[in-house]
């Protein structure tokens, strides 16, 4: 259960963000963390707020935030529930991709309805045997009767079981492409997928396509565009708001870890005054502050428009989602017994947490990418 949605405030800055987290959020996310779903109250609430899309501006019923802003109220979220947090980071990818490369017609069609809520997005990228390299989906998309014909298999969609719109990515005659396909078109089957490890209440579903039909106006940007649209675009967007969730789990462990040992005690002892506890403390605070200047920098260069804040991205989503995992691992370890129960927060930021270090790129390929880009440099200085 939420609030009514009559009670909500409008969301554009870290303040809003944080009250509507505080009120509409987090008192349930353990609730829906067991549930594995999110209310329709919930959801009329993340619409009354306009939190399903900032980017469009005022004709389209959006509030039009910098990424910076966008990087403040993701963060926020995700300091509440990081499952609610995915739901909004597939859902503005969508329509950023819409406003950025989609046609006049798409724009007018889904724009309104997509910042409104009233349609739901999500992004269709993984497969079963394709993760993290995007150019090597096997999902095919065949010209045929003016319009495309797909099949594939998409899993571990994020949202799945909540979308009416998918944004899929698939092997079209020249390359890769990107469509935008309703949930209701021939062919389209969706399997829900439950007892995920964490985000749980992300509502993921795999999604069959099997000589699925769609329009000619379901292309998203021209033919074999999609392949630079989703290292340069949709998913370098995708990294920034993991990267801000993250931070909202390092934030989320810290508050915790700062209320436990501030009233427990052992030995007589308070747990705040034990030497080993002040140094988790200590790292917490650090790498929560670092973290969150990372976001700030890769999300200010993307408002600036310069090419180095792909990069920064990257290393903001490395660094926030390894260290996420880090501390919440020590979050459990300073709750003891409790922090193992059913319905423990920390528990819950510990299985969220190393989910962050796989989506949206996983560690290990940012470390590659990130050192390459290191020696680039050192070869061309």
Same mark, same amino acid.
């Given at each position: 259960?939420?609030?009514?949605?009559?009670? &909500?405030?409008?969301?554009? +800055?870290?303040?809003?963000?944080?009250?509507?987290? +505080?009120?509409?959020?987090?008192?349930?996310?353990?609730?829906?963390?067991?549930?594995?779903? &999110?209310?329709?109250?919930?959801?009329?609430?993340?619409?009354?707020?306009?939190?399903?899309?900032? =980017?469009?501006?005022?004709?389209?019923?959006?509030?039009?935030?910098? =990424?910076?802003?966008?990087?403040?109220?993701? $963060? $926020?979220?995700?300091?509440?529930?990081?499952?609610?947090?995915?739901?909004? *980071?597939?859902?503005?990818?969508?329509?950023? @991709?819409?406003?950025?490369?989609?046609?006049?017609?798409?724009?007018? #069609?889904?724009?309104?309805?997509? %910042?409104?809520?009233?349609?739901?997005? %999500? =992004?269709?990228? *993984?497969?079963?045997?394709?993760?993290?390299?995007?150019?090597?989906?096997?999902?095919? /998309?065949?010209?045929?009767?003016? !319009?495309?014909?797909?099949?594939?298999?998409?899993?571990?969609?994020?949202?799945?079981?909540?979308?009416?719109? =998918?944004?899929?990515?698939?092997?079209?005659?020249?390359?890769?492409?990107?469509?935008?396909?309703?949930?209701?078109?021939?062919?389209? $089957?969706?399997?829900?997928?439950?007892?995920?490890?964490?985000?749980?209440?992300?509502?993921?579903?795999?999604?069959?396509? #099997?000589? /699925?039909?769609?329009?000619?106006?379901?292309?998203?940007?021209?033919?074999?565009?999609?392949?630079?649209?989703?290292?340069?675009?949709?998913?370098?967007?995708?990294?920034?708001?993991?990267?801000?969730?993250?931070?909202?789990?390092?934030?989320?462990?810290?508050? %915790?870890?700062?209320?436990?040992?501030?009233?427990?005690?052992?030995?007589?002892?308070?747990?705040?005054?034990?030497?080993?506890?002040? @140094?988790?403390?200590? +790292?917490?605070?650090?790498?929560?502050?670092?973290?969150?200047?990372?976001?700030?920098?890769?999300?200010?260069?993307?408002?600036? !428009?310069? @090419?180095?804040?792909?990069?920064?991205?990257?290393?903001?989503?490395?660094?926030?989602?390894?260290?996420? @995992?880090?501390?919440?691992?020590?979050?459990?370890?300073?709750?003891?017994?409790?922090?193992?129960?059913?319905?423990?927060?920390?528990?819950?930021?510990?299985?969220?947490?190393?989910?962050?270090?796989?989506?949206?790129?996983?560690?290990?390929?940012?470390?590659?990418?990130?050192? +390459?880009?290191?020696?680039?440099?050192?070869?061309?200085?």
């Amino acid at each position: 259960m939420t609030p009514a949605s009559g009670d &909500v405030i409008a969301v554009h +800055d870290r303040t809003t963000a944080r009250l509507f987290a +505080d009120t509409h959020i987090r008192p349930y996310a353990d609730e829906w963390d067991r549930s594995g779903q &999110v209310p329709d109250t919930l959801l009329d609430a993340v619409s009354a707020a306009g939190l399903w899309d900032p =980017f469009p501006p005022a004709p389209a019923q959006g509030a039009d935030v910098t =990424f910076g802003t966008l990087a403040e109220i993701h $963060e $926020e979220i995700g300091r509440a529930c990081s499952s609610v947090r995915s739901l909004l *980071t597939v859902h503005t990818m969508v329509t950023f @991709a819409v406003r950025r490369w989609g046609t006049a017609e798409q724009k007018e #069609r889904w724009l309104p309805e997509l %910042a409104a809520g009233r349609v739901t997005g %999500a =992004f269709c990228l *993984t497969e079963p045997e394709v993760g993290s390299d995007a150019t090597a989906v096997t999902t095919t /998309a065949l010209r045929k009767g003016g !319009g495309w014909v797909l099949n594939g298999t998409k899993t571990w969609i994020t949202g799945g079981q909540l979308a009416s719109l =998918f944004l899929v990515f698939a092997r079209g005659p020249g390359g890769v492409v990107a469509l935008l396909v309703e949930r209701n078109a021939p062919g389209v $089957e969706i399997t829900p997928i439950d007892g995920m490890l964490g985000t749980t209440a992300g509502m993921l579903a795999t999604v069959e396509l #099997r000589e /699925a039909h769609v329009g000619p106006d379901a292309l998203l940007g021209p033919e074999a565009f999609a392949t630079g649209m989703v290292l340069t675009g949709v998913l370098d967007l995708g990294r920034l708001s993991v990267a801000a969730g993250s931070v909202g789990i390092l934030q989320a462990c810290l508050d %915790a870890c700062t209320a436990r040992t501030a009233r427990r005690e052992v030995g007589g002892v308070p747990l705040r005054e034990r030497q080993l506890i002040r @140094a988790k403390i200590s +790292d917490m605070v650090t790498d929560v502050t670092a973290a969150r200047l990372l976001c700030a920098e890769a999300a200010r260069l993307k408002d600036a !428009g310069e @090419a180095e804040t792909i990069m920064t991205t990257m290393m903001a989503k490395y660094f926030a989602s390894t260290a996420a @995992a880090r501390h919440a691992s020590e979050a459990v370890q300073i709750h003891g017994a409790s922090g193992c129960a059913p319905g423990s927060p920390v528990a819950r930021y510990y299985r969220d947490a190393k989910v962050m270090e796989i989506i949206e790129g996983s560690s290990e390929i940012q470390r590659l990418t990130i050192a +390459d880009a290191a020696y680039r440099t050192a070869m061309n200085p």
